[in-house]
């Protein structure tokens, strides 16, 4: 079965402290993984994907097959990152896709 | 290029009645998949489609369907609404695997 896990239901920091949220993942094949951001008010939005390897606003995520987690990090937090953040497998089945999402961990940057 | 659009925004309907919601994808986007989110449960998986054919469903109930039209459109219906139906449904198109899925904003239906 596919099972995506954000431990932190909240996580607050102080703005320029460095933030890290963590997503831990249980699939039997090639995992696809993503970050979403819900901004107050605001769609869910693709953050970062895996398979891109990029650093969007700061931010940067890297796949541990080992220890099967795709941690969201970014050095100096901002105020504009608080908001709400999901992990999400992409779980295929001969070419059938579905999304399988985490809790979400609410982010609070302090000034 | 315009984003995925979900219609209506808002809906209030009683319990036993259905109700039919809408998504029109990124043009060029042929999967198109539907989430439920609420409080408790979070985000949960509808049903994905691609080119009119379902290929995925989630764990929910029959009372939940959805289906696609030939120009990617989809939309998805509940019967005999339940209270428990109340939530956030979320409409996300994809160009394929790899691609990351881009999400509408949803429809927020209340079931009273």
Known sequence: AQRVTQPEKLLSVFKGAPVELKCNYSYSGSPELFWYVQYSRQRLQLLLRHISRESIKGFTADLNKGETSFHLKKPFAQEEDSAMYYCALSASFQGAQKLVFGQGTRLTINP | ?112
């Open chain 2, 1 to 112: 290029k315009a984003g995925v659009t979900q219609t209506p925004r808002y809906l209030i309907k009683t319990r036993g009645q259905q109700v039919t919601l809408s998504c029109s994808p990124i043009s060029g986007h042929r999967s198109v998949s539907w989430y439920q989110q609420t409080p408790g449960q979070g985000l949960q998986f509808l049903f994905e489609y691609f080119s009119e054919t379902q290929r995925n469903k989630g764990n929910f109930p029959g009372r939940f369907s959805g289906r696609q039209f030939s120009n990617s459109r989809s939309e998805m219906n509940v019967s005999t609404l339940e209270l428990g139906d109340s939530a956030l449904y979320l409409c996300a198109s994809s160009l394929g695997t790899g691609a990351g899925y881009t999400f509408g904003s949803g429809t927020r239906l209340t079931v009273v």
